[in-house]
Nanobody, 121 residues
Framework: QVQLVESGGGLVHSGGSLRISCTAS????????MGWYRQAPGKQRELVAT???????NYADSVKGRFTISRDNAKNTVYLQMNSLKPEDTAVYYC???????????????WGQGTQVTVFS
């Protein structure tokens, strides 16, 4: 049994900053890529940023230069530092991780419960 638990979402004004985190726990053998996605009301979920096990990162064009994804492998945690927030960043943010469970021979994707980020103009 594996789960991802997110924290750090909240209400912030335009130009502000927020850091959200997601920690994996359970019968984990290894964690490969991790990432953050977001979904605004009435829209499809979209990729925000990803980070490989080796620390290589990718970002959506809309957040590049403002957001930073990082991970702490010892804590099984991925972070998203969000700076210069805009109203269009308002969404539910979900973390995702490709996890190999103990006793399994393949990875499967896990999702966090989502954390709300609301940016006021």
């Amino acid at each position: 049994q594996v789960q991802l638990v997110e924290s750090g979402g909240g209400l912030v004004h335009s130009g502000g900053s927020l850091r959200i985190s997601c920690t994996a726990s359970g019968s984990i053998a290894s964690i490969n890529a991790m990432g953050w996605y977001r979904q605004a009301p009435g829209k499809q979920r979209e990729l925000v940023a990803t980070i490989t096990g080796g620390g290589r990162t990718n970002y959506a064009d809309s957040v590049k230069g403002r957001f930073t994804i990082s991970r702490d492998n010892a804590k099984n945690t991925v972070y998203l530092q969000m700076n210069s927030l805009k109203p269009e960043d308002t969404a539910v943010y979900y973390c995702n991780a490709a996890i190999r469970e103990l006793g399994y021979v393949f990875d499967r994707p896990y999702w966090g419960q989502g954390t709300q980020v609301t940016v006021f103009s």
